[in-house]
């Protein structure tokens, strides 16, 4: 399954393309299924339909976890490391996180929860986030979790939508020097979710919490009531494995699934190619440290699925880069021998902006492999993460991808593929891209750039929109008849290079969490002071993207009213979606620029957010073109 040279890679990808079926069908014989599957591709991107593996059994956890028992049972599964770095940590063996998985699912079982449930998870990055997430798949559960720093509304309406009933949490998590509570944020949602019958509370923080009886149950008490006896439910390849909620440019977010065989392939496939891993039995394995949340898609990938899949090491960190000190990050690499780094171009920023005192005296010498992931690197923070991290002896492997790819898509083969900075350079095998122009026309040949999609199905690619098939149509598949489009704009430069350029939809991308315009608009509408709002992305030199308001006021304030009002609007942000939501910056202004047929000319807001007001294109079909001079007088 693992290829070694550039070669084999264009070996690969050439048999990928010429006859996907039974390279697929290869690549799946390595696993362990309860049932051979009978055609290995059924599909149309016009519905969508797309069916790997058709009638394959399976469970996806007897892949990550019971096929390793024999062979590598005593080898760590899971390494954790608190956020403070006092605390002592845990590592789990492939026999241990498998026996903690069957108990937390006999929990699951204990409570009511049977095959096609779903189950909210919202924890802090602790083994538990885990072993809950493995839990689920155990018994055909469909795991939704939602990420720590989502707001009780964020939580309610994802709960609703999927109709848990269900919910994992904690009292509380720690994050750097803060506490968070997590159990009262719960309790706030389920005000509003009659589908929730039973919260399962594990202890973290020790806060005082309420809990209801009939309804909240402790998770340590019922750990206590159960064997570490749980058979696998058998899964058929396209039974739901999981929802994963994601912004779009419609206000809602929706709930990506994937489904057990061909997301299980995908993920290892990957996951061994680009991060070039081998773990041969009886030695120590790499560790792989994958900083993302469990909350996002490469957590779910990168961290437990793709990882376990493989036999591998994964590192589980809870704590965040800059505490206690800007060097935690290489001192979890340096106390865990870590050997794969797959971190944010966010968080190499961030770090760059503190020097190299804090790189100084960590040994970073078992590196072998660097990763970038979630938003476009730029040139300097590579250089920066090859030079002081990688000590240019690491290959980086910047990895495309998306929540509803399941798995990478575009990226080097660390070590096989020639690298260039900001590029993810090519598709994996298996992966068709085509680049389109507005009108859907393919742009051939190198040295161009257009709307990226892909042309033919991978296993991992998403199946539907939870409860609603006809807005992943639409989302996906409407724009270009016959294409998946990716919502991303992207280069193909002169060597066949594919450089990402970024979101061409209504779709943000700060510090690698992706916004939709819409859904802050409509948190800050929802402020009693507020008309209306118009949001988008201006170039941050952190967060890659950060968030800047037109807010229209029922009167516009004065500078002292203004200063208040900006925080109001910030904390209702912070409570209609979360922290992360929060605008980076607020003009408040008395009109937005329109057409004659009501329409915000984004491109306008675009261009004053950036700072560009010299050239603002063509004005004249707005209907009050005196609004931008107004806008562009009191810009930030
Ligand atoms: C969007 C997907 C699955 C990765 C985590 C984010 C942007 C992702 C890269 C990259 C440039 C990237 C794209 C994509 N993106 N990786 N290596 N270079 N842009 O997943 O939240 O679903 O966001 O992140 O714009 O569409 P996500």
């Known amino acids: 399954m693992r290829i070694q040279t550039y070669d084999q890679y264009q070996a690969a990808y050439q048999k990928s393309v010429e006859d996907p079926e039974a390279f697929w069908a290869e690549i799946a014989q390595e696993f362990q299924w309860r049932k051979p599957w009978t055609k290995t591709l059924q599909w149309n991107f016009e519905e969508p339909s797309i069916k790997w593996f058709v009638g394959g059994k399976l469970n996806i956890t007897e892949n990550c976890l019971d096929r390793h028992l024999a062979t590598r049972g005593d080898q760590p599964a899971l390494i954790w490391e608190p956020n403070d770095p006092a605390e002592t940590g845990v590592t789990l063996t492939y026999r241990m996180l498998h026996e903690q998985v069957c108990r937390m699912a006999n929990v699951l079982k204990r409570n009511g929860v049977v095959k096609g449930d779903r189950v909210c998870i919202y ?54 020097n803060k506490e968070i509570s997590l159990k009262g944020t719960v309790d706030d949602a389920l005000i ?52 994963l909620y994601t912004s779009g440019s419609t206000g809602k977010p929706k709930g990506v699934v994937h489904t057990c065989g061909g997301y299980m392939v995908y993920t290892a496939y990957t996951f061994q190619n680009v991060f070039q891993y081998e773990a041969p039995v009886g030695e120590r394995a790499p560790v792989h440290f994958c900083t993302a949340d469990i909350g996002w898609i490469t957590g779910h990938s990168y961290i437990v699925y793709g990882p376990l899949a493989c036999g591998a090491t994964t590192l589980l960190f809870e704590g965040v880069p800059t505490w206690p000190d800007a060097g935690r990050m290489w001192d979890v690499v340096d106390k865990h021998q870590v050997n794969v780094l797959y971190t944010a171009p966010t968080a190499i920023r961030s770090l760059m902006g503190f020097g190299l005192d804090p790189v100084k005296d960590k040994d970073l010498s078992s590196l072998k492999v660097l990763g970038s992931v979630g938003e476009p690197i730029n040139e300097e923070a590579w250089h920066w993460y090859d030079d002081n991290i990688g000590k240019n002896r690491c290959p980086i492997v910047d990895t495309w991808w998306q929540t509803e790819t399941g798995g990478i898509l575009i990226s080097p083969l660390a070590g096989i593929t020639h690298t260039k900075p900001s590029y993810a350079t090519l598709p994996l095998p298996g992966v068709q891209p085509i680049l389109v122009d507005e009108n859907g026309k393919e742009i051939e040949g190198n040295g161009v750039s ?33 294409l998946y489009f990716t919502g991303d704009g992207c280069l193909r430069d002169e060597d066949g290079y594919y450089r990402i350029t970024g979101r061409v939809d209504d779709v943000l991308n700060v510090s690698g969490h992706r916004i939709g315009t819409a859904e802050v608009e409509n948190a800050i509408n929802m402020h009693t002071g507020v008309v209306e709002s118009a949001v988008v992305g201006y170039p941050h030199d952190i967060k890659g993207q950060g968030i800047y308001a037109y807010v229209i ?22 409570r209609v979606i979360g922290p992360i939501a929060k605008p980076d910056k607020i003009q408040f202004v008395s009109g937005l620029p329109k057409t004659r047929s009501g329409k915000i000319m984004r491109r306008i807001l675009r261009k004053i957010a950036e700072g560009d007001t010299g050239n603002l294109g063509d004005t004249s079909t707005l209907l009050d073109p005196a609004v931008v001079d107004e806008i562009k007088a009191g810009a930030l």
């Open 123 to 176: 924890m802090p990055m602790v083994p538990e986030l885990a072993i809950a997430v493995l839990a689920c798949a155990r018994i055909g559960a469909i795991h939704s979790v939602v990420f720590g720093g989502f707001s009780a509304q964020s939580i309610a309406d994802r709960i609703n939508d999927a109709q848990c009933k269900l919910i994992i949490t904690a009292d509380g998590s720690y994050r750097g």
């Open 192 to 243: 509003g979710c009659p589908t929730v019958e039973r919260v399962i509370v594990m202890t973290r923080t020790r806060t005082p919490v309420a809990m209801l009886k009939g309804r909240d149950v402790w998770m340590e008490q019922e750990l206590k009531h159960v064997t570490s006896d749980c058979p696998a439910v058998e899964m058929d390849a396209e039974d739901m494995l999981f929802i």
């Open 450 to 482: 257009g709307n990226l999609c892909i042309k033919f199905p991978w296993p991992g690619i998403i199946r539907t929109t939870y409860g609603d098939h006809e807005r992943c149509r639409q989302t996906y598949f409407a724009t270009y008849p016959g």
């Open 553 to 574: 006021a029922d009167q516009f304030p004065d500078d002292h009213d203004a200063d208040l009002t900006k925080r109001d609007i910030l904390a209702t942000v912070s």
